[in-house]
């Protein structure tokens, strides 16, 4: 089921690196010293790893979250091997993770059973009669992970009552997934949408279309998608967080949007019944009721059937592989397919995501790791109180209402507390691949319903595994979370130099605590509820602040002719801009009971920068570079350097920066917020 759950995490995409050596933590031959710093720091700071590290065929992005993910894949994969390569018995986790894994392995069997997996559930919807029946039945394979419905049905804690869950209706169906690539003129989102068309063109071939007929299918569904995607929310506006809640009662539900069957639709969904519910974004679900009236059935059933075969094509055959891959390397760039075994160890990583990450933890995360990022922890908690202290614009009310959201954030680290049973999912070897992931859809769906629905929300809970490389804030209940495989070099290491560590896991840490206070988390207070916190003139000088801000990154070009979306990026570009003052003012204060030295050339400060502007590291495709800047809410990695330091003023004093230095922001004209 789709989860509306607001998760503002450090990255989307796998980016950035810096090398570790001995004492000061930072290897030379990564600068590029004949670029001056005030011009171009990114490649002053890392043009020689640039340089060393061009992309290879299988990625379309490489960088410090691409290596730790693919040492990682190598990691989970030894777990896992001690369960597939020796017998276990049925019905035990080693049994799950060890069939699951061979059953994706199993090239040989998949490419025997071709499309026949999938014959069964296309049956099922070549069989519906009428409309209402496909409501029923494109419901029912929602529920076992198919997709098939134009909207996506969730369940998440309620933005102004944060204790209780609470179930959302909002937009999908986009097999593109944002409407820009359907509603623009942008030859590049032409070219991508051209792709899809052929992607779908070849999917219904491979099911036994000919190529006229498959042909006419595909353009059925464009057209059913660029309806929807007419009617979507861009990216922009799904950063609303008034525009996108939209609470009622489950009787005003069925008056406002008549034209789909809710109470046969939820009850085949697998809900219980319902008091309240929010229907995140309007527009799209009314569009999608004019669908369901006025497409013919036949139209609607070859939808449903092209989102069952997409959604299947990496559990079938080499062949349905081939086409997904070759969608992707439009979207992205990239030469080269992963290999099996790494599609395989990232399908039993997702699927038995927290059974794999208490083997990881055990095996790959001391203690005191945990200890020590909880010292920094509290450290950066510290800073970002004294900043708030200093800030010229807030008001002392507001200051003390922030500060008490600050110390009221839950902390997780590492892993959870209490780890996930998986005795109620059973993995059948006698079954296909695609009939067992089904049934580990069917059975996370019905855990999620059975724990959230009509429940309080447990705050213990994690958003992301202990083996995911990235953290993430959660404003519904004030956490910050860093996952334990995000915790080692070279975002954190216990034995590297401290000015280091606060430049990379420390501006990681205070991204995350500063999206408690970006242009969305503002709007959440400690309890994780949308409430108004700020005098009216504090509310008005922040948004000055942030609009700064906003207006700076629409105006960097990441490539020739494109710019960042300032408004799409902003909470992001606020967490890093954030990120690095609190961590910088966490780094002035440890130094002055653990001084620090100037150590190769560099002071602590300048490593500080390093640091952060090596994270970010990357060599990336021209296409993932588009693609980022169409569907993320993050800023490309250069400009997570390039773009935010001039707004920092202590990266001036650390590198000397004047007034005729490219990158040179006056004072004045600094998003200076927290």
């Given at each position: 089921?789709?989860r ?10 796998f ?20 670029v001056?710093?005030?011009d ?21 992005e ?91 049905i ?7 009552n ?91 539900l ?60 990496g ?54 790791s ?6 920094l922890?509290?450290n ?37 507390d ?8 059973q ?15 069917r ?34 209940t ?8 995000i ?49 009216a ?60 030295t ?8 300048q ?57 040179f ?8 917020i927290?």
């Open positions: 089921m789709k509306k759950i607001l998760l503002l995490g450090l990255a989307m995409a980016t950035g690196a810096f090398a570790q050596t001995p004492v000061s933590g930072i290897d030379p031959s990564n600068l590029d010293t004949s001056r710093p005030g171009d720091f990114y490649h002053y700071a890392a043009g020689g790893w640039l340089k060393s590290h061009p992309l290879d065929a299988e990625h379309s490489n960088g410090a979250f691409v290596d730790l993910y693919e040492l990682n894949q190598k990691r989970i994969q030894d777990l896992i091997l001690q369960y597939a390569n020796s017998p276990q018995q049925k019905g035990s986790l080693g049994q799950k993770i060890g069939s699951l894994y061979k059953l994706m392995m199993d090239s040989v069997r998949l490419n025997r059973e071709g499309w026949a997996p999938l014959k069964p559930t296309l049956d099922r919807i070549a069989a519906i009669k009428t409309p209402r029946e496909y409501q029923i039945v494109t419901a029912a394979l929602d529920r076992n992970g198919e997709n098939t419905m134009m909207y996506g969730g369940i998440d804690a309620d933005q102004r944060s204790a209780w869950n609470l179930v959302n209706i909002g937009q999908g169906g986009l097999g593109l997934g944002t409407r820009d690539y359907y509603t623009s003129d942008n030859p590049d989102n032409k070219k991508v949408l051209e792709a899809y068309k052929t992607y779908l063109t070849k999917l219904f071939m491979l099911v036994g279309n000919d190529e006229a007929t498959a042909k006419s299918k595909m353009q059925k569904v464009i057209d059913i998608e660029t309806q929807i995607a007419k009617a979507s929310y861009d990216e922009v506006k799904l950063r609303d967080i008034d525009a996108n809640y939209h609470k009622m009662t489950y009787t005003d069925v008056d406002q949007f008549p034209g789909i069957d809710w109470g046969n639709v939820l009850l085949a969904s697998g809900l219980p019944a319902i008091d309240t519910i929010d229907v995140a974004e309007p527009e799209p679900i009314h569009e999608v009721e004019k669908i369901l009236a006025n497409t013919p059935l036949d139209d609607l059933k070859t939808y449903a059937e092209a989102k069952v075969i997409s959604g299947a094509t559990r079938l055959s080499d062949d349905f592989r081939k086409v997904e891959f070759e969608l992707d390397a439009a979207l992205s760039g990239v030469k080269q397919d992963r290999p099996r075994w790494k599609r395989a160890v990232s399908l039993v990583s997702g699927s038995l995501g927290e059974a794999i990450g208490k083997l990881y933890v055990e095996k790959y995360f001391p203690e005191s945990k200890k020590k990022m909880l010292d922890v509290h950066l908690q510290t800073a970002l109180a004294q900043r708030i202290d200093q800030a010229t614009w807030m008001s002392q009310a507001t200051k003390a209402q922030a500060k008490d959201k600050l110390q009221n954030f839950i902390i997780k680290i590492g892993y959870p209490k780890w996930k049973d998986y005795s109620g999912l993995v059948d070897d006698s079954l296909s691949l695609y009939e067992n992931m089904k049934r580990i859809s059975w996370a769906v019905d855990k999620v319903i059975a724990e959230k629905v009509n429940k309080k929300v447990d705050k213990m809970e994690w958003g992301m595994t202990p083996q995911t490389i990235n953290a993430y804030y959660n404003p519904s004030n956490e910050i979370c860093f996952p334990a495989a915790l080692q070099p070279p975002f954190f290491d216990p034995n590297a130099d401290d000015a280091v560590n606060y430049g990379a896991i420390g501006g990681v840490i205070g991204h995350e605590m500063s999206h408690g206070f970006d242009d969305q988390g503002a709007q959440f207070d400690k309890y994780g509820n949308q409430h108004d916190w700020w005098t003139q504090d509310k008005k000088n922040f948004d000055a602040r942030t609009n700064v801000l906003a207006d700076y990154f629409s105006n960097f070009e990441v490539l020739p002719g494109v710019k960042i979306n300032g408004k799409q990026t902003l909470g992001e570009n606020i967490g890093d801009n954030g990120g690095l003052n609190i961590a910088f003012t966490a780094l002035q204060n440890d130094m002055k009971s653990h001084a620090l100037t150590v190769n050339g560099f002071t602590p400060e490593r500080f920068f390093l640091a952060w502007a090596r994270v970010w590291a990357s060599n990336a495709t021209p296409e993932v570079v588009k693609y980022l800047c169409t569907v993320d809410v993050h800023s490309p990695n250069m400009a997570r350097v390039n773009a935010a330091l001039p707004q920092i003023d202590a990266w001036y004093k650390a590198f000397n920066v004047k007034k005729g230095d490219k990158m922001v006056p004072k004045n004209k600094r998003a200076h927290w």
